[in-house]
């Protein structure tokens, strides 16, 4: 019935999470609320984990991208998994390694690291730093000179490919702020800069090309781009390469009529690419990388809220409002993505209506979704969006002065609150008065 194994209905018609009723959770802990299934994100861990040991040899490694939900929790979750992480500031770097994470296992990205950024990934021991530019280079040489250390570094490539995904999420092109571009020959003068550098050691390439994609062949092109690369750098320099990093991207189901391809045909079809062009090109296999954020988190979290006004406009539309919006689920009104929803309190029942749900904020653009199929629907019924474990707490904002909603995390029927809902208090800790 639902897209998500983690969800289900009970006897009372209510919708369930990881075995705990949503109308309960509503009630104990307020609404707006994230809810986040546990043992659907380790379950995509294990997908990931286990495609990467079967079709690439258990020579790869699955970094968590956690720009896609960042808590102290789910650094500690990934890490039991035997995921590494990708982080991209120093807020994301902090909360992984006050959550224990192992330095080594952190790839920093960014296309613009502070030198307070630098220096903190340098003396921390980050596993990798994922240089974007030759400013940067520059500046981490030193940086890494300084605290009489050489780094490994890997470099964000564009592999000069076009992914069809929504304009502001589509990274691999030539006219992307991130990484050197291959065709202009930036990448390889990069790479010979570095080579030539006493405090930094190239040991990898990263590319990634976009986000929610559907199709596998960009990331086989990307693949086979990338490892010609790497053997037109063995041709160039005498330098080996030894570690390809290809990035996240990988789309997810928000909509029943969304096809994701299952996470380990990924793997299995870019591994395939991988081992013919090194034995084109007389490569030894370099070992491989992913990043899935969105297609770990997102499918296991839903958002709660309560049903406020219902306002019928004859003849022009219904606006169902809600308790939350554009401060806690910012992915409408920037890319207009649609979602499921589910009226959780009367999960069973069939659509009567169809309506705009909006959001409390003071801007007509605040909606959450239009053309959304509910049956009945009153206030104080409880409002589910499926599929919101990605990039929306990690989005959240303060818009309006709203306090963030906090994420309950649930499994087995137990549920355990992993961030407290912000208070009035937190709202005005940093403003200062004289
Ligand atoms: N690796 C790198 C270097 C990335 O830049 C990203 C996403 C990922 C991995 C993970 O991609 P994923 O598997 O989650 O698609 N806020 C946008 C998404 C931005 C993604 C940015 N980079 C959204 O809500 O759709």
Redesign the pocket.
């Known amino acids: 019935m639902f897209q998500s194994d983690a969800l289900s209905i009970n006897h009372s018609n209510h919708l369930t999470i990881g075995g705990c009723d949503t109308v309960a959770l509503a009630q104990q802990y307020g609404t707006p609320l994230y809810v986040m299934d546990e043992d659907l994100i380790r379950a995509n861990c294990r997908l990931y984990k286990h495609a990467m040991d079967t079709y690439y040899d258990g020579h790869g490694q699955i970094?968590y991208?956690s720009?896609?939900f960042s808590t102290l929790y789910i650094y500690r979750l990934v890490q039991e998994e035997g995921l590494g992480a990708?982080v991209?500031s120093a807020g994301e770097l902090y909360t992984a390694l006050k959550a224990g994470f192992p330095a080594e296992r952190i790839y920093f990205?960014g296309n613009n690291k502070t030198d307070e950024e630098l220096t903190m990934a340098v003396e921390r021991g980050v596993g990798r730093i994922?240089v974007d530019n030759a400013y940067e280079l520059s500046r981490l040489d030193t940086i890494a000179g300084r605290a009489g250390k050489v780094v490994d570094i890997a470099f964000?490539v564009k592999p000069g490919i076009d992914a069809h995904t929504?304009q502001?999420?589509m990274?691999g092109q030539i006219d992307s702020k991130?990484g050197v571009a291959l065709e202009t020959g930036e990448a390889m003068d990069i790479v010979r800069r570095a080579h030539g550098m006493a405090h930094v050691r190239v040991v990898g390439l990263?590319c990634?090309i976009?986000?929610?994609?559907f199709d596998l062949s960009p990331f086989q092109e990307a693949a086979r781009v990338m490892m010609h690369f790497i053997g037109d750098i063995k041709d160039a320099l005498g330098l080996e390469i030894n570690e390809l990093n290809l990035?996240?991207?990988?789309?997810i189901q928000y909509l029943p009529s969304d096809n994701p391809v299952p996470y380990d045909q990924y793997i299995e079809a870019v591994s395939k690419v991988v081992k013919a062009t090194a034995a084109e090109r007389g490569l030894t296999l370099p070992r491989i990388l992913m990043?899935?954020?969105?297609?770990?988190t997102?499918p296991a979290g839903i958002t709660l809220y309560t049903v406020g006004g219902v306002k019928e406009i004859p003849d022009v539309r219904t606006y169902v409002s809600v308790d939350g919006g554009m401060a806690d689920k910012p992915?409408y009104i920037?890319?207009q993505?649609a979602y499921s929803f589910v009226l959780a309190n009367k999960a069973g029942d069939a659509p009567t209506k169809t309506v705009t749900v909006a959001g409390k904020c003071c801007e007509s653009g605040d909606l959450l979704g239009e053309g959304v199929s509910l049956p009945q629907v009153e206030p104080g019924d409880t409002l589910a969006v499926l599929a919101t474990g990605?990039?929306n707490y990690?989005?959240a904002s303060n818009y309006n002065r709203i306090p963030r909603p906090p994420v309950v995390m649930v499994s087995g029927g137990q549920s355990c609150l992993i961030v407290r809902r912000e208070s009035l208090d937190d709202l005005i800790q940093n403003d200062l008065l004289e």
């Open positions: 970094l991208a720009k896609a990708d991209v990205h994922v964000r929504h502001a999420i990274t991130f990263h990634h976009g986000s929610q994609i990035g996240g991207g990988y789309g990043e899935p954020g969105r297609s770990i997102a992915r920037l890319y993505s990605a990039y990690a989005m």
